[in-house]
């Protein structure tokens, strides 16, 4: 009988005390741990990982030899691996700066391993493709302006040119489209897209991954509706 494969996760954190826990509670819980404490070596071992490819990055902002920030942009550049970032309570700038570079999502300093281990799950099942449309006669070409989705290929085009969405953002654009025009709140999106359900009141990262989509498929077509959320223009 075949084992479900244990997910490979590269651990970026320079705190010794921190990094030993984490990678302790996280390999109870089946998950394939390489630490590293320095965000050059970060980058050596994603560049060239022994084995197979890492499924997940989970690495600190604050680090020596390159900063999580600048290491989530250069995995961002080679392949949209899932990205979390770990930051103190006070660095929303960081935090900003993180999502901007290409991070998935944030967990703030002290966490709890629960939490932690709650947005891994949620990350990683985001990076699945998803669910086909099952209805019948359901439309598999969608166009928006300039922009085409092609359900079936999980593929988004503009002007006919291939864009490079993460997972995290075409499950967005999917939840925008699927609101077929209707206002969706940041609280849904929270919900739907991230699973935040307990986490709701935290904006940053929808707000960030919105602007990402909008600067790949036009600012045009995502339209703020303030104090109620956003819309796709059709």
């Known amino acids: 009988m075949e084992t479900e494969e244990s997910p490979r996760l590269l651990l970026v954190e320079d705190d010794l005390v921190i990094g030993e826990a984490t990678k302790l509670n996280l390999e109870r819980h089946r ?29 600190d902002i604050m680090l020596p030899g390159m900063d999580g920030v600048t290491l989530c942009r250069r ?15 006070t660095d929303a700038i960081d935090i900003v700066s993180g999502l901007e570079a290409g991070a998935d999502d944030y967990v703030t300093k002290p966490f709890d391993i629960q939490v932690l281990l709650a947005r891994l799950r949620s990350v990683l099942r985001r990076a699945e493709p998803p669910e086909p449309e099952s209805a019948a006669g359901a439309a598999v070409t969608e166009t928006f302006g300039d922009v085409t989705l092609d359900r079936a ?25 699927d609101a077929h025009g209707a206002v969706v709140s940041s609280r849904t999106l929270l919900s739907r897209v991230w699973e935040y359900d307990e986490w709701a009141d935290d904006s940053h990262v929808v707000t960030v991954h919105v602007q990402r989509l909008r600067a790949k498929i036009g600012a045009e077509r995502i339209e703020t509706v303030r104090g109620f959320g956003y819309k796709l223009a059709r």
């Open 153 to 177: 290929a999980l593929q988004v085009r503009r002007d006919g040119r291939l864009l490079a969405l993460t997972p995290t953002e075409m499950r967005l654009f999917l939840e925008l489209v």
């Open 31 to 59: 998950y394939d741990v390489t630490w590293v404490v320095d965000g050059l070596d970060a980058w050596e071992a994603y560049r060239a990982p022994h084995g197979k490819p890492f499924d997940l990055v989970l690495s």
């Open 75 to 89: 995995v961002r550049e080679r392949a949209n691996t899932p990205y979390v970032l770990i930051s103190a309570r």
